[in-house]
């Protein structure tokens, strides 16, 4: 009797795990949910790429490393009213001038995100550091 209670137990409480699962899949990701999930993959890819074991694991790691910075400007230019738009602009530059020898040219990321910057956000207190970055 008392597997039988616990069996129907651990049943239900995996159908309404289940089913909360499938409720917040279904719920889109916020501006700020998605801006949040690209800072996370910023600050984890590489440790992530320093413990990769493979080949393989570590070109898909670098592949995703390198696509950083699109990433944050298609978040910027899909959320442009929102001000992650303006943060994901922002570190967009960052990231594409992160290095001592940035690369990249008119079709570059952090070009693009200049362009926009210098078109929509001009007055922002905030440029500060994006100047500094360039």
């Known amino acids: 009797m008392l597997r039988l209670l616990g069996g129907t137990l651990a049943l239900v409480l995996g159908a309404s795990m289940a089913l909360a699962q499938d409720d917040r899949q279904d719920k889109p990701a916020t501006p700020a949910q998605q801006y949040q999930a690209l800072l996370?993959?910023?600050?984890?890819?590489?440790?992530?790429?320093?413990?990769?074991?493979?080949?393989?694991?570590?070109?898909?790691?670098?592949?995703?490393l390198?696509?950083?910075?699109?990433s944050f400007l298609e978040?910027?230019?899909?959320?442009?009213?929102?001000?992650?738009?303006?943060?994901?602009?922002?570190?967009?530059?960052?990231?594409?001038?992160?290095?001592?020898?940035p690369t990249g040219g008119k079709d570059s990321p952090g070009y693009r995100a200049l362009a926009i910057l210098r078109r929509d956000h001009v007055r922002s207190d905030k440029l500060g550091v994006v100047c500094q970055r360039v």
Request: charged share 40%; glycine share 4%; aromatic share 4%.
């Open 40 to 64: 996370r993959d910023r600050d984890q890819l590489p440790d992530q790429l320093s413990k990769a074991r493979t080949t393989e694991e570590r070109r898909k790691l670098r592949e995703r």
């Open 66 to 70: 390198l696509r950083l910075p699109l």
């Open 75 to 101: 978040l910027a230019e899909k959320y442009r009213k929102d001000p992650v738009g303006l943060d994901a602009l922002m570190l967009t530059v960052e990231i594409d001038n992160g290095t001592a020898f």
